[in-house]
Antibody, heavy 119, light 108 residues
Framework: QVQLVQSGAEMKKPGSSVKVSCKAS????????INWVRQAPGQGLEWMGR????????NYAQRFQGRVTITADESTSTAYMELSSLRSEDTALYYC????????????WGQGTLVTVSS | DIQMTQSPSSLSASVGDRVTITCRAS??????LNWYQQKPGKAPKLLIY???SLQSGVPSRFSGSGSGTDFTLTINSLQSEDFATYYC??????????FGQGTKLEIK
């Protein structure tokens, strides 16, 4: 049973960067996409981007292009999402989720990482 | 990008009711439509993938239908644990994989 465990909550200043990790255990890592989805307080789900570790290929949502970088370390089965030039509107819960091979549904999900951006 | 529109945005129902949530895509997405349930303070949980396939472990009172641009999630005989927010998501072709805005299901 695959499990995704994310790094802990972060408090950041505007203009800085944050890097959130997502470690997979209990299953194959490299051939499945790892997606990143964020949820601002009281809001819906927003897809940010994904990586397929064994290809190293990435896709990003247009609105995050240039600010987000998703990477993966196959040796530790860990994916990372780095968001730069943080602003208060980036305060949100950030989730990683594995994309299934067929139909690309997301399962399982990590527990979420709260990133708070405040001066 | 493909836009996903859910309706209603909120819904009140009673235990034992049958409820239906709809999701419309801005263009045809074949059957690349997934449904998630999210409870407060928890990560989303996959319920239905490929429009109508029930994820392992999900109760059979949940069902999905549709193809092309129009989809529905139906919950038969609502249970107390079903009160949550539901999201549709399209995973057609290449990303971005957009979500609907969510439907909050509340107890009447």
């Amino acid at each position: 049973q695959v499990q995704l465990v994310q790094s802990g909550a972060e408090m950041k200043k505007p203009g800085s960067s944050v890097k959130v990790s997502c470690k997979a255990s209990g299953g194959t890592f490299s051939t499945y996409a790892i997606n990143w989805v964020r949820q601002a307080p009281g809001q819906g789900l927003e897809w940010m981007g994904r990586i397929i570790p064994n290809f190293g290929s990435t896709n990003y949502a247009q609105r995050f292009q240039g600010r987000v970088t998703i990477t993966a370390d196959e040796s530790t089965s860990t994916a990372y999402m780095e968001l730069s030039s943080l602003r208060s509107e980036d305060t949100a819960l950030y989730y990683c989720a594995r994309g299934q091979l067929i139909y690309d549904s997301f399962d399982p999900w990590g527990q979420g990482t709260l990133v708070t951006v405040s001066s | 990008d493909i836009q996903m529109t859910q309706s209603p945005s909120s819904l009140s129902a009673s235990v034992g009711d049958r409820v239906t949530i709809t999701c419309r895509a801005s263009q045809s997405i074949s059957r690349y439509l997934n449904w998630y349930q999210q409870k407060p303070g928890k990560a989303p949980k996959l319920l239905i993938y490929a429009a109508s396939s029930l994820q392992s472990g999900v109760p059979s009172r949940f069902s999905g239908s549709g193809s092309g641009t129009d989809f529905t999630l139906t919950i038969n005989s609502l249970q107390s644990e079903d009160f949550a927010t539901y999201y549709c998501q399209q995973s057609f072709s290449t990303p971005p994989y957009t979500f609907g805005q969510g439907t909050k299901l509340e107890i009447k």
